[in-house]
């Protein structure tokens, strides 16, 4: 309910909403439930999915176009989230992950530089230029919050995809180390597999789930996307005010234990 709840007052812009089953249609969801005002982002083909899918929030919520690689999208973006939040943002979901097919799957250094490329532009550097792009509205504190998946190790299938999000955790470290004095707060969610388009689109994302099943101690569920949207919501809200440069692992405890 909007007055009330740990995002009480806050003005949020979620990005990458595009089904129910994505972290950051749970993110928003869940944003709102703790009184939050929600701005969604998306682009192209994708636009008109995600203005389908705000109106199934508990409150429709504006949407944005936004396309990473464009610059002029980047440029315009604040002026264009002024119509919605005022001169204030205090925080900003960065879900936004892409890499073709040629760059994920077996093969990893066969793989050609303009499909890796296309994977970090979009899935790394675009932390960066989502957090520049916003930085106009933020205010005495700010909090980004990103999406990952685990990057300390090669992953079966992941390719050029775990390489870039190897970098996103290291880009999110530079953003906070950065931007910590101007009191914004970078963070990420390391989330266990879940059955987003993301995940279906990677070949044999099936050997995911399987690992977690036997190995997470708390147990896994690929479909239940409420955990991850509430660790992001905490990291946005005033809850974590001297935590930066973190990756929290929302994984039913797979991270921590061996075979």
């Known amino acids: 309910m909007a007055g009330s709840g740990i995002l009480a007052g806050k003005k949020i812009l979620v990005t990458g909403v595009l089904t129910e089953a994505s972290i950051a249609y749970a993110t928003a969801r869940i944003a709102q439930e703790q009184g939050a005002t929600v701005v969604l982002s998306n682009f192209g083909r994708a636009l008109s999915l995600c203005q389908r899918i705000a109106k199934r929030l508990p409150q429709e919520a504006p949407v944005v176009e936004l396309d990473v690689t464009d610059t002029e999208h980047l440029s315009t973006l604040a002026d264009r989230l002024r119509e919605h939040v005022g001169d204030t943002l205090d925080g900003v979901v960065h879900s936004i992950g892409f ?49 990952t998946f685990d990057a300390t190790v090669a ?71 409420e ?25 039913g405890g797979f991270h921590a234990v061996g075979v």
């Open 227 to 251: 955990p991850a949207g509430k660790a992001v919501v905490a990291l946005l809200s005033d809850w974590f005010p001297a935590t930066t440069g973190e990756i929290v692992h929302v994984d």
């Open 155 to 225: 992953w079966p299938v992941y390719g050029w995809m775990g390489a870039a999000k190897a970098a996103l955790e290291s880009t999110s470290r530079y953003l906070a180390r950065e931007l910590g004095p101007e009191g914004v707060r970078v963070n990420l969610v390391a989330a266990g597999p879940l059955r987003s388009m993301a995940m279906k689109s990677i070949p044999g994302s099936a050997q995911f789930e399987e690992a977690w099943e036997g190995r997470a101690p708390l147990g896994w569920s690929v479909t239940d996307t």
């Open 99 to 147: 890499a073709p097919q040629e760059a994920m799957g077996e093969g990893f250094p066969e793989v050609a530089w303009e499909h890796a490329a296309t994977a970090f532009q979009v899935s790394t550097w675009s932390m960066a230029s989502l957090t520049q792009a916003c930085r106009p509205l933020f205010g005495e504190t700010a909090s980004v919050v990103g999406l």
